[in-house]
């Protein structure tokens, strides 16, 4: 199986920053699959809905997402009407290789293979991708499908809902576990070359009183919710984490009422890496993480963690913490793997020690979650030998700062370090 990871970029119009571009590059990605366009069927207008001015680098794969559903097959001009506006939409430079998006009706499967074809044809492709939902496996119209297109990339997460009746008994499904590794061994008798679609996400999901979900949060934090009086933690909830929700309110702009629940979920190592064994065991030809991060998406790892996931590593992080000219607090992710927040799990504390007292200074915690006297002690700031800045994650060459001033010139000497009650070290 290729070592190098693949990735989509979805429903995103703003360019890669000069940082994602250089983590790819360092993480050796394979394929970028970016979402250019929603295309489909309303009202019996062909309405295509572009992702602003997003631009598709060179050697990066274009992806039209179909509306779900059966309109955009059933209808006769489908594949001619997309391959017109693709023709204007590249001023006639068509790319060589495009992906398609689309949730097919099983009984449609037969239909979406000559789609594929008639689309193929008219813009003289060399290479056509598709998205698959890993029950196509099943059907006896998958093999025609198949020998429509270059490369598949079946996704192996949201594959099943939580039943009402064990999320009230406190247990949820994780996102990709053993539901995922059953599908991907049944991909084994794929022909056609595929690749494993892996999620990268985390979720917070809401639930009413009768535990049917209501919905996910788009925009959402964890230090919002550790901030949040209204939020109680629930004990003894497998496949996620659980809150409570103590009393009706708005949530990250999203109305909450008493009795319901949030839960938060992402995919542990531990998982991934036996999905990524499963898929190379099945004869997937690469893995596809989804995604990089967007609007309203809450991503997991970095490229440089999920490149040292997909070669069989196991990616440590490795924390240095200094302190600069202007007196802030810098720490830093020098390895080659994420220092995550599990859900559940307490911020990262980085605590500083001092010989004496009158070391630090009340200031803002800049970059940090928070910053605070540890162990409930009242003592203030400025006359406390110890100071706990709190914080939820740090990927890959991040640093995250603290606000100017936080060490006091002059009384810097003996300043030690240690996150999350590791042995002190010396304070760079």
């Not at 009706?105 to 890993?134: D, H, M, N, W």
């Not at 007292?357 to 030998?385: E, K, L």
């Not at 996150?419 to 760079?428: A, D, E, K, M, R």
Request: negative net charge; glycine residues 10%; proline residues 8%.
């Amino acid at each position: 199986m290729d070592p190098a990871p693949a990735f989509w970029v979805w429903h995103r119009s703003s360019g890669l920053s000069e940082a994602e571009v250089e983590g790819l590059r360092k993480s050796d990605a394979g394929p970028i699959y970016r979402q250019i366009v929603e295309f489909g069927l309303k009202g019996g207008e062909w309405t295509p809905r572009p992702l602003g001015n997003a631009e598709v680098a060179k050697g990066t794969i274009p992806v039209v997402r179909l509306d779900p559903g059966p309109a955009v097959m059933e209808a006769t001009d489908g594949a001619a009407m997309l391959a017109r506006w693709l023709s204007h939409h590249f001023g006639g430079a068509i790319p060589s290789s495009l992906q398609l998006d689309y949730d097919c009706p099983v009984r449609l499967l037969p239909r979406y293979a000559a789609f594929i074809a008639e689309l193929r044809g008219q813009l003289g492709l060399k290479e056509i991708s598709i998205t698959a939902l890993p029950s196509w496996i099943d059907s006896p119209a998958f093999p025609k499908l198949g020998a429509a297109v270059q490369e598949m990339v079946p996704m192996f997460y949201d594959l099943t809902a939580d039943p009402p009746a064990e999320i009230m008994n406190r247990k949820a499904l994780p996102i990709g576990g053993e539901d995922s590794a059953r599908w991907i061994r049944r991909w084994k008798t794929c022909k056609t070359p595929w690749r494993a679609g892996l999620p990268n996400f985390e979720r917070l999901s809401l639930f009413k009183r009768d535990g049917t979900l209501s919905g996910h949060l788009r925009q959402w934090t964890p230090e919002a919710a550790e901030d949040s009086p209204l939020l109680r933690p629930i004990p003894g909830f497998t496949g996620g984490s659980a809150l409570a929700v103590e009393k009706s309110f708005t949530f990250q702009g999203t109305a909450l009422e008493e009795g319901q629940t949030l839960l938060w979920r992402a995919p542990a190592d531990d998982d991934l890496t036996e999905l990524i064994k499963e898929a190379s065991d099945a004869g997937a030809k690469g893995i596809v993480w989804f995604a990089l991060p967007g609007p309203g998406l809450r991503t997991t790892h970095s490229p440089r963690h999920l490149a040292s996931l997909t070669r069989g590593e196991i990616p440590k992080p490795s924390i240095t913490v200094r302190q600069d000219s202007a007196g802030r607090i810098v720490i830093r992710n020098n390895g080659h793997g994420d220092l995550t927040l599990k859900p559940g799990q307490e911020m990262h504390r980085l605590v500083l020690e001092a010989d004496h007292a009158g070391a630090f200074a009340t200031t803002d915690a800049g970059g940090f979650f928070r910053i605070s006297v540890p162990d409930d002690s009242t003592v203030s700031i400025n006359f406390s030998q110890r100071l706990l800045l709190q914080f939820p994650r740090l990927l890959v060459e991040e640093e995250i700062e603290s606000a100017p001033g936080l060490i006091i010139r002059g009384n810097d000497q003996g300043l030690r370090w240690s996150l999350n009650g590791s042995s002190p070290l010396p304070l760079q």
